[in-house]
C-alpha cells in the first residue's frame, strides 16, 4: 500500500498539473490575508472555502491521469483492483494534509513576519480564574485549524473524483458537473432561505457553508465543534470514496 500511494504521488507531482492549484492556492492566501487584523475562525474558515474549490479541481485533474493500461498492469500485479483504488484513496488524503499544511504555513509566516499581529487579540474567559486573558494565533488553534483543512481539503478531492473517466466517460460533462456542485454547496445556505423546499435535494451536497454557519459567532475554536465538523466531513468524504471504488470494480474496464 505505501508504494502504491507513493507511485500515485510520483505521477501526480512528475507532471505540471499541480502547478496551477497550488499557485493559485498560494495566492488566494495571500490575497486573504493582506488585510489585517483579522479574525482566527473567520479566516481559517473562508480559507476552507477556497481549499475545497482547489482540491475538487485537484480531484477531478487526478483522475484523469490515471493512465487505463498501467492500471491493469498493476491490479494483475497486486492481484486486487480494490487495494489500487483504495490506494489513490490514501494518496487523496495524504494530499488533502500537504495542502492543509500549505494552508496553514501561510498565517503562521505572515502573522511571524508582522511581528503577531496579523490576527485581532482574543479575549478569552477562563472558566478556572474568571479572569479575561489575550491569546495570539497558538498551538489549539493551528491544531485545529489543520484538521479542517485536511477534512475540508480531502472533501474536495474526493467530490472531484466523482468525476473520474470511467464513472462519467463524457470529460465536459464530468467537469460541468463537478463546476455545479461546487457552485450549489456555497450557494446552499442562501438558497434554502429563499427556497425552503430546496432542502430535500441540497442536503446531499457537501456541507462547506453549513461548517460556515456552524462557526459564525464563534471567536476561537471549541474542541468539540472542531471534532463533529471534521468527522462529518471525513464520513462525507469516505462515503464518496466509497460509491466511486465500487462503480469502478463493478465496471472493470
Known sequence: MKDLVRYHFKQY???????????????????LYATKPIEIVDSIMSACVFVFLITSWIGVTACNLENEVSEQIIILRIKSSKKYYYSH?????????????????????????????LFDKMAMVSDAAAKVTERDFGIPDILCAFALLTATAFMGCSVGEISHPRVIKNRNIGILLI??????????????????????????????????????NEEYFPVLKVIVSVTILLIYSGILSFIKVKILDNKKF
Open 179 to 216: 463546476f455545479l456542485v461546487d457552485a450549489l454547496s456555497i450557494a446552499q445556505v442562501s438558497l434554502i432561505e429563499v427556497l425552503p423546499a430546496a432542502r430535500l435535494v441540497l442536503w446531499m451536497l457537501p456541507p462547506v457553508t453549513k461548517m460556515l454557519h456552524f462557526f459564525s
Open 13 to 31: 507531482f512528475k507532471t505540471n498539473k499541480p502547478i496551477i492549484p497550488f499557485t493559485v492556492l498560494l495566492a488566494s492566501l495571500y490575497l
Open 89 to 117: 484513496i490514501f494518496f487523496l488524503f495524504y494530499l488533502s494534509m500537504l495542502i492543509a499544511l500549505v494552508a496553514i504555513a501561510v498565517p503562521i509566516i505572515l502573522n511571524a513576519l508582522d511581528g503577531n499581529h
